[in-house]
C-alpha cells in the first residue's frame, strides 16, 4: 500500500512540474513580454506629456536674450523731459510734424552744458565756433560723439537734421545704410536752394525721445515709428527754412 502511494505522489509531481514549464502553443521558448511601440525592448515609455532624462539632456540650449542697447549719454547735455510724439498725420494732409518747446536760441561756449527742458531739442543754447557748430552735414554713426549744442546752430541757419535712436532699434544694418543713402544723395533746401552737403542734413544718433527717428527743423519735429525717407523729404519740402530765425534768403 505504502509503495502504490509513492508511486501515485511522484506522478502527480511530475505533472505539476510539466505544467509549470509548458510553452503557449505554436511556440518553442518561453513567452515574453512584448515591447511597446516606440520604445526598445525592456523599456518603460515616459507618461504623456513628459521627457526622458536623455531627450531632455540632449535638447539644444535655449538662445540668450538680446543684450538691451545702452542710451548714449553725455556731461554736456541734460533733458529734464521728452516730447510724446503726435499721433500720425490723416492720410493725404501735408506733413509738417508737431511744434517743439520754444527754449530760446542762445549762444553759449564751447564745452557748456545745457539743460534742455525737452528734447529731443528742435530750439535751445547752443555753440557758436567753427566746427563745433555748426557742425558739418553728414552722416554721422553710432558711436560719433554728436551733442545738440552743435546741431541747433545748423537749425537755427535753416538746416536739417534727422536723428535715430539706437535704444528702439534704429541701428540695425540696413537702417544705417537707409540713412548714409539720405544724407549722400539729399536735394538741395526747397527755400533758399542751398545745395544738399553744405549745411543740411545732419544725421546723427539721439537715444533721449520717444520713438526710432526723428526729423527736425528749428521749432518742429517729426517723428517716426518706421523710417521712411520719402516722407522725411516731403516734411523738410513742406517747413523747411520756414522757421528759423537767421534767414539765408527772402
Known sequence: MRGRSAALLGLVVVMLVGACGATPSGTGSPATSAPVPG???GTVPSAPGTAS????SSAAPSPSPAPLVTPRTSDLFTCLSQ????PSPSPGAP?????????????VLPGTAVTYASCPPATGKHYNSAGLGPIAPRFYGPDDDVIPQGWLHNLEHGGFVV???CVL??????????????????PASPRCQIPGGALSPVIARFDQMQAPFAALVWDRVYFQQTLDTADILAFWANVGETTNPEKFCP
Do not use: K, W
Open 95 to 107: 506733413i509738417e510734424g508737431q511744434q517743439a518747446v520754444d527754449m530760446g536760441a542762445g549762444h
Open 53 to 56: 532624462a536623455s531627450a531632455a
Open 163 to 165: 536723428l535715430y535712436n
Open 39 to 41: 520604445t526598445a525592448s
Open 83 to 86: 516730447l510724446q510724439p503726435d
Open 169 to 186: 532699434g534704429a541701428c540695425d544694418t540696413a537702417t544705417l545704410s537707409q540713412l548714409r543713402t539720405l544724407a549722400a544723395t539729399f
